[in-house]
């Protein structure tokens, strides 16, 4: 009996290569507390750590992650789970950064929880990642540099998120669920700084083209996981071959993609990326367009700092 919990973690982890990733979060929490009944600390922190992550990429409501997250933080430090926080907290900074600072609700936020860790010098993102790097912890390395990835990716800084990707590359020891979102990342922002960076365009086609690649392998596993970020990658390589049409069509189908597999936020992505597309394009009109549309999503998400950001740079 105190086995099968154990079991159904290293399950539980593994199943984002065939079941929908929306479909598993229950299952998960339910197994977290199986795990607390028959007091397997060992696989706890395992658990806690993956469901975060887990609950920020597959589209789950932020107000919602924020929320479940941060319990569970305070669940591992009430439990001594010591080596779980870091990159649970770098985790939940992610999705406070998302839902941004002008949130006004009756709904209260948790304040980053960084005290949890026992550190007074510890009170930003940048202190965290330089305590992990100075202790040597190459998992919640790797896990604060994904965040730094991720954050850079959703507010289009794309330099930054592919500096941020190789560095998490660096840390690399085994296969993980955010790889798959390193790739994600990785790929948009390879193509996106191909067509603005000429004298290395063909080496950043040739990043996006391998990224591409790996999802048209991964989309045979499951379609429901990773089909509107296929198509994303490919309306970015048409776009980098000046194949404006299929760009578009391609663009339209992540976005359709993304709605039918229920992944809100990607559907928000991959409006705005069209969005930038059309604007380079000459069509005003059409990006204000698919900027409204993924202002929408962001807002359904709860990424409100993304909503913003879009609304303000589209009214300059």
């Not at 199986?34 to 397997?40: A, I, N, P, S, T």
């Not at 999802?215 to 499951?222: A, E, F, G, N």
Request: glycine share 4%.
């Amino acid at each position: 009996k105190h086995m099968i919990p154990r079991v159904r973690v290293t399950v539980n982890i593994l199943s984002y290569w065939k079941e929908p990733l929306q479909a598993k979060m229950e299952g998960l929490k339910e197994n977290h507390g199986e795990l607390l009944m028959v007091g397997d600390l060992e696989s706890i922190p395992l658990s806690s750590v993956h469901f975060c992550r887990q609950t920020l990429l597959c589209g789950r409501n932020l107000l919602t992650a924020e929320k479940e997250c941060a319990a569970l933080l305070q669940e591992s430090h009430q439990l001594r789970l010591t080596n779980a926080l870091l990159g649970m907290i770098s985790n939940h900074l992610s999705i406070l950064k998302l839902i941004g600072s002008n949130y006004d609700s009756e709904q209260q936020l948790n304040e980053p929880l960084f005290y949890l860790l026992g550190n007074s010098k510890i009170k930003s993102q940048n202190e965290l990642l330089q305590h992990a790097l100075s202790s040597q912890l190459v998992n919640p390395t790797q896990q604060c540099y994904f965040d730094r990835l991720m954050q850079a990716f959703w507010f289009k800084n794309f330099s930054e998120a592919a500096q941020y990707a190789e560095k998490y590359q660096e840390c690399h020891q085994s296969r993980r669920f955010p790889d798959m979102f390193q790739t994600l990342y990785l790929g948009v922002s390879a193509f996106r700084l191909a067509r603005l960076e000429d004298d290395k365009a063909r080496e950043w086609v040739d990043i996006g083209k391998e990224a591409l690649s790996k999802y048209q392998t991964w989309v045979k596993y499951s379609e429901w996981n990773w089909q509107n970020k296929m198509k994303l990658l490919e309306a970015e390589s048409h776009a980098c071959e000046g194949e404006v049409e299929i760009a578009k069509i391609k663009f339209q189908a992540s976005i359709d993609s993304a709605r039918k597999h229920r992944f809100v936020h990607e559907e928000g992505l991959a409006s705005e990326l069209f969005g930038m597309y059309l604007e380079e394009n000459g069509n005003v009109d059409e990006a204000k367009q698919q900027y409204a549309l993924a202002r929408s999503c962001y807002q359904k998400w709860g990424a409100f700092a993304l909503a913003d950001r879009l609304l303000k740079s589209t009214v300059s």
